[in-house]
């Protein structure tokens, strides 16, 4: 079951947005995979010329066929899964008001890079906790929570106001 996979983590809800583009791309292109997958089992490779003494393998065809349906069982159940997820995922998401899915695609939905919207949000977090909460380079680094020591919040600070001027 594909709700499994985001029961019982922090980050779950995000994984599930995330994973929506994915799963789409998955449904789209699997049956021309998996064509292509049989299309190339069965058709003919010619020697490579390298100048190397060949070695001829009776089972090389058995070998091809066999790996070849191995891919296309992953393909297929990478499919299946993807279709699971979408009967779980697009209720919920058609549920949602047009402002909530801007707001969840701005933040959460742009395939893990930070959107301009989430860049903002950390600018202004990192000033206000500078300026309005008076804390030290440290504290703020601390506060934004995303690894960064003292020094680099510093240096982002005066990167987002060379920014501004």
């Not at 490579?48 to 891919?71: F, T, W, Y």
């Not at 995303?146 to 510093?154: A, C, D, H």
Request: aromatic letters at 10%.
């Amino acid at each position: 079951m594909i709700a499994l996979n985001y029961i019982n983590k922090s980050s779950a809800a995000i994984a599930a947005m995330k994973d929506y583009e994915n799963m789409k791309l998955i449904i789209e292109n699997t049956s021309k995979e998996v064509k292509d997958a049989y299309d190339d089992m069965f058709s003919l490779c010619s020697a490579k010329i390298d100048g190397m003494p060949k070695m001829h393998n009776p089972k090389a065809g058995e070998i091809k066929v066999v790996g070849s349906l191995d891919k296309i069982n992953v393909m297929q159940e990478r499919y299946h899964q993807a279709v699971e997820y979408m009967a779980w995922f697009e209720p919920v998401w058609c549920a949602l008001s047009d402002e909530e899915r801007i707001i969840l695609r701005e933040f959460y939905m742009q395939n893990s890079q930070r959107s301009g919207a989430t860049t903002r949000l950390s600018h202004n977090r990192i000033l206000a906790l500078r300026y309005i909460g008076g804390l030290s380079w440290n504290q703020v680094a601390a506060s934004v929570d995303e690894g960064l020591t003292g020094k680099q919040v510093r240096k982002l600070h005066n990167y987002y106001l060379s920014d501004l001027c």
